[in-house]
């Protein structure tokens, strides 16, 4: 079963709207994070947020931020304000396991497309 | 911050060759190292955990034999294909983990692109 899906394979939103990538997950372990990354053309993994399980509330990183609903086990990244540069593959992932050097499990992204 | 860099960014190389891919942590000690593989259009597959001073741990399905692994130090973790074929062309990622970071948010390298011809 996939530990991290996201059910979008490209969005196409219009330049300065908000958009809202989806992410689920699945995990038994009570203590996990889950990470946003951003992948330009150039191939570079951005990091953009991150949720702990145990964090009370959502996460934000300026125009990012984590819509996080633990009981529907969902994490979605909003951008507000899009802007064009913010085209690019987007991957949700999670570590499974308390902090330390753990894997991560990427879901299978989302091409996000800003039209001017 | 943390900055992770990778060598070559490109490299393309003929059908039973080896190929060596270099992973640096620049400015933190990692311990711990990881290895991606990404086809094109497609999610990162985790292929193998590298752990400094001991063997690497390696997923499912993954030929050690095939890619072998070393991370001789803190900062450097290396990946060689050896006998590469043509189906073994890809991009490949590597990241590592900052233990001295409250989120330890893994630092991705910019990525390796293989071609065996």
């Known amino acids: 079963a996939q530990k991290i899906t996201q059910t979008q394979p490209g969005m196409f939103v219009q330049e300065k709207e908000a958009v809202t990538l989806d992410c689920t997950y699945d995990?038994?372990?009570?203590?996990?994070?889950l990470f946003w990354y951003k992948q330009p053309s150039s191939g570079e993994m951005i990091f953009l947020i991150y949720q702990g399980s145990y964090d009370q509330q959502n996460a934000t990183e300026g125009r990012y931020s984590l819509n996080f609903q633990k009981a529907r086990k969902s994490a979605n990244l909003v951008i507000s304000a899009s802007q064009l540069g913010d085209s690019a593959m987007y991957f949700c992932a999670m570590r499974e396991g308390p902090q330390g050097a753990q894997k991560l499990v990427f879901g299978q992204g989302t091409r996000l497309t800003i039209n001017p | 911050g943390a900055v992770v860099s990778q060598h070559p960014s490109r490299v393309i190389c003929k059908s039973g060759t080896s190929v060596k891919i270099e992973c640096r942590s620049l400015d933190f000690q990692a311990t711990t190292m990881f290895w991606y593989r990404q086809f094109p259009k497609k999610s990162l597959m985790l292929m193998a955990t590298?752990?400094?001073?001991?063997?690497?741990?390696?997923e499912q399905g993954v030929e050690k034999d095939k890619f072998l692994i070393n991370h001789a130090s803190l900062t450097l973790s290396t990946l060689t294909v050896t006998s590469a074929h043509p189906e073994d062309s890809s991009f490949y990622i590597c990241s590592a983990s900052n233990p001295g970071r409250v989120i330890r948010e893994q630092y991705f390298g910019p990525g390796t692109r293989l071609t065996v011809t």
């Open positions: 995990t038994s372990d009570p203590s996990y994070g």
């Open positions: 590298s752990n400094e001073g001991s063997k690497a741990t390696y």
